[in-house]
Antibody, heavy 123, light 110 residues
Framework: QMQLVESGGGVVQLGRSLSLSCAAS????????IHWVRQAPGKGLEWVAL????????YYADSVKGRFTISRDNSKNTLYLQMNSLRTEDTAVYYC????????????????WGQGTTVTVSS | QSALTQPASVSGSPGQSITISCTGT?????????VSWYQQHPGKAPKLMIY???NRPSGVSNRFSGSKSGNTASLTISGLQAEDEADYYC??????????FGTGTKVTVL
């Protein structure tokens, strides 16, 4: 069974950095693109970034472009999100998510989600 | 990368049908049949309910159905049940090589 588990969230000061991880299990991680999606308190879902199955292609929302970096280590079955120059508006629950039945296809519906990790940026 | 537009709330009585709209542009909803719908209960991760505009993943009730006309996609829940009370989000692939979510709709079962 495919499973995603996020970690690394916490409280961080304005302008500082934080790195999130997403550990995958139950499937061939290296075959699947994977997303980061976030949700600010009381707000809707916001797509953050996508990385291709091989890590060679990365896509970002305008709101995080130039500040966040998505990466993956297929040998460790782990996805990362390096967040720099954090702003108060980055406060959110961060989810990793992916599609389970269409390997290699970049943008597709997300049927596997982690439980989320909470990032709070304090001023 | 503007969010797709959904009504803030929709309500219905048990057994009734409700429809949630999701309006985008010719660069996202109108351009691709990659519209998905997600259900989210409080404190939980989203759950995929519809993909590729009209398809239901295995295990999702056939009370949920999707459609699209032009730049607007729709999710219909028929035979409304108490357990359907949740937030619902649409999403679409966009020509800017991004994914865009809707603003979200709170469904209330009266």
């Amino acid at each position: 069974q495919m499973q995603l588990v996020e970690s690394g969230g916490g409280v961080v000061q304005l302008g500082r950095s934080l790195s999130l991880s997403c550990a995958a299990s139950g499937f061939t991680f290296s075959n699947y693109p994977i997303h980061w999606v976030r949700q600010a308190p009381g707000k809707g879902l916001e797509w953050v970034a996508l990385i291709s199955y091989d890590g060679n292609n990365k896509y970002y929302a305008d709101s995080v472009k130039g500040r966040f970096t998505i990466s993956r280590d297929n040998s460790k079955n782990t996805l990362y999100l390096q967040m720099n120059s954090l702003r108060t508006e980055d406060t959110a629950v961060y989810y990793c998510a992916q599609n389970s039945w269409l390997p290699f296809f970049y943008f597709y519906s997300m049927d596997v989600w982690g439980q989320g990790t909470t990032v709070t940026v304090s001023s | 990368q503007s969010a797709l537009t959904q009504p803030a709330s929709v309500s219905g009585s048990p057994g009734q049908s409700i429809t949630i709209s999701c309006t985008g542009t010719s660069s996202d909803v109108g351009a691709y049949n990659y519209v998905s719908w997600y259900q989210q209960h409080p404190g939980k991760a989203p759950k995929l309910m519809i993909y590729d505009v009209t398809n239901r993943p295995s295990g999702v009730s056939n009370r949920f159905s999707g459609s699209k006309s032009g730049n607007t996609a729709s999710l219909t829940i028929s035979g409304l049940q108490a357990e359907d009370e949740a937030d619902y989000y649409c999403s679409s692939y966009s020509s800017s090589s991004t994914e865009v979510f809707g603003t979200g709709t709170k469904v209330t079962v009266l």
